[in-house]
C-alpha cells in the first residue's frame, strides 16, 4: 500500500473521530469517577495507594530524560534535533504526572483532576508527534509537533473553564486522548520503522491498555484481592510499566535507514 494512501487512511480517521465526537452534545465530567474504591490513609497521606503510585512516573520520567541526553549525540538513536526534542517532552510529561497525578489524589475533584490531566496531554502529545515523524514523514512531525501540544494543553484548559461556568465539556480532551490511542497501532502496523525496537512501542500500548482496563474495574479488582490492592492503583503502576519501555526503545533502538 503507497504512503499516500496510508496517510489518507489516517486523514479520514481524524475526520470521521472528529465529525462523531463533536457531534455529540458537550459532555460535562461525571462526579462519580472521583469516587474512587481504596480510600485508605496511611503514613498522614489521604488515598495512599492511589497517591503514592504515581511516584514510579517520577522516576521513569528522570530515566528517560537521562537515556535521551545520554545518546543525544549518537546518530544511531537520533537521526534529528526533533527526534530528541518529542521523546524529551514525553518524558518530561510522563516526570509531571508524577505531581499533577498525585496531587489530584491527595483530594479527588473536578479542580483537582486538571493538575492530572495536564501533564497527561504533554506526554501523549510528544510521543504521539514522535511516531508521525519517524514512522509517517518527518516534516509532517515537525510541523504537527508544536501544533499538537497547543492542542492537548488547550483541551486540558478548555475542560477546565468549561467546568468552572457550569457547562463542562469533556470532547476536546477526549478526542486529543483517544484518537492517538486508536491510530497509532495502525501507524506501528501501516508504516515501516526507521529505528530498530518497535516491539518496546507494542508493549507501550499493551500496558496502557491494561491500565485502562484495571481503571475500569477498580471496585471488582479492589474485593476480588481482599482489599489489597485497588484497580486504580494498578492503573497507575502498570501504565508507569509500559512508559519504562519507552525508556528501554530510546536505550536500545538503533537506525534502520533514514527517512525524509
Not at 504526572?97 to 489524589?105: E, T, W
Not at 491527595?106 to 502529545?125: A, C, K, V, Y
Not at 467546568?163 to 470532547?171: F, S, T
Request: charged share 15%.
Amino acid at each position: 500500500m503507497r504512503n499516500k494512501i496510508k496517510i489518507s487512511i489516517l486523514i479520514i480517521i481524524a475526520l470521521v473521530c472528529g465529525g462523531v465526537m463533536f457531534s455529540l452534545d458537550p459532555i460535562p465530567q461525571d462526579l462519580d469517577y472521583h469516587d474512587f474504591v481504596d480510600k485508605r490513609g496511611w503514613l498522614g497521606v489521604p488515598n495512599f495507594g492511589d497517591t503514592m503510585s504515581n511516584l514510579p512516573y517520577f522516576f521513569v520520567g528522570l530515566m528517560g530524560i537521562w537515556a535521551v541526553q545520554k545518546r543525544k549525540h549518537d546518530t544511531t538513536c537520533f537521526d534529528s534535533c526533533f527526534e530528541r526534542h518529542t521523546l524529551l517532552t514525553a518524558f518530561a510529561g510522563i516526570f509531571l504526572v508524577c505531581f499533577g497525578s498525585g496531587y489530584y489524589h491527595l483530594e479527588p475533584s473536578n479542580e483537582t483532576l486538571f493538575w492530572d490531566r495536564l501533564p497527561m496531554t504533554i506526554g501523549f502529545m510528544g510521543l504521539y508527534a514522535m511516531l508521525i515523524g519517524e514512522r509517517v514523514n518527518e516534516r509532517a512531525g515537525r510541523i504537527l509537533f508544536p501544533i499538537l501540544l497547543i492542542l492537548g494543553v488547550a483541551s486540558a484548559v478548555y475542560w477546565h473553564i468549561s467546568e468552572q461556568n457550569g457547562q463542562g465539556d469533556l470532547r476536546p480532551y477526549a478526542l486529543v486522548q483517544f484518537f492517538p490511542l486508536l491510530t497509532a497501532p495502525l501507524i506501528l502496523l501501516m508504516f515501516k520503522p526507521k529505528y530498530s525496537g518497535t516491539k518496546y512501542l507494542w508493549f507501550v500500548m499493551l500496558w496502557y491498555a491494561v491500565a485502562k482496563v484495571t481503571e475500569h474495574f477498580d471496585e471488582t479488582i479492589f474485593d476480588l484481592v481482599g482489599g489489597v490492592i485497588s484497580g486504580h492503583t494498578l492503573k497507575h503502576l502498570s501504565s508507569a510499566l509500559g512508559t519504562y519501555y519507552l525508556v528501554l526503545y530510546v536505550q536500545k533502538r538503533r537506525l534502520l535507514h533514514r527517512k525524509r
